[in-house]
């Protein structure tokens, strides 16, 4: 019997990550389709929302909201861009920093998500109810709590703030 290429608990790991991204993807889907069936526009214009809707002020630095929602500046620009053509997001400057500036949503768009969100919780409620007990889901929350500000340190420190391959495009610090 020829030896494997690789070792059994080297094996387990790659099983490990690509249970984790086919989880991922397979939970995006079903969240896109569920959102589709309810009339919602379903892309990340939507993510940019929710993530807005959940701050303080309902509002975000395009910095934070870049890297929170793994688009590079250009395509959260090109993203909010779209949301305030559709009366849901403003852009202003920040008084702090002349460079900086914050989107925030509109009247139009917290009323939006307040139709939305409900919508959005009962998915969620369904899935992680159907799949974790309270005690695994609050582990699995800190594990992807640890998982994330371990990958977000490393690529910040290697100069990546984002996924290029979630982005289609370059993130910074490529050549």
């Known amino acids: 019997m020829p030896t494997p290429l690789i070792p059994v608990s080297k094996e387990q790991r790659l099983t490990t990550m690509g249970l984790l991204f086919e989880s991922a993807a397979g939970l995006r889907r079903l969240m896109h389709r569920q ?30 909201l870049a890297a929170q929602a793994s688009l590079t500046p250009s395509g959260l620009t090109r993203a909010v861009d779209r949301l305030q053509q559709q009366g849901l997001v403003i852009r202003r400057s920040c008084p702090d920093d002349r460079r900086g500036s914050f989107a925030q949503l509109t009247a139009a768009g917290r009323s939006l998500m307040d139709e939305m969100i409900p919508e959005h919780l009962a998915q969620i409620d369904e899935i992680l109810d159907e799949v974790f007990t309270p005690e695994e889901e609050a582990q699995l929350e800190s594990y992807l709590r640890r998982l994330r500000d371990y990958t977000r340190e490393r690529n910040l420190a290697s100069g990546m703030h984002c996924d290029a391959d979630d982005t289609g495009g370059a993130c910074p610090g490529d050549a």
């Open 35 to 64: 959102a589709e069936v309810s009339g919602a526009a379903v892309n990340q214009s939507f993510d940019i929302l929710v993530r807005l809707a959940r701050s303080e002020h309902n509002e975000l630095r395009m910095s934070e």
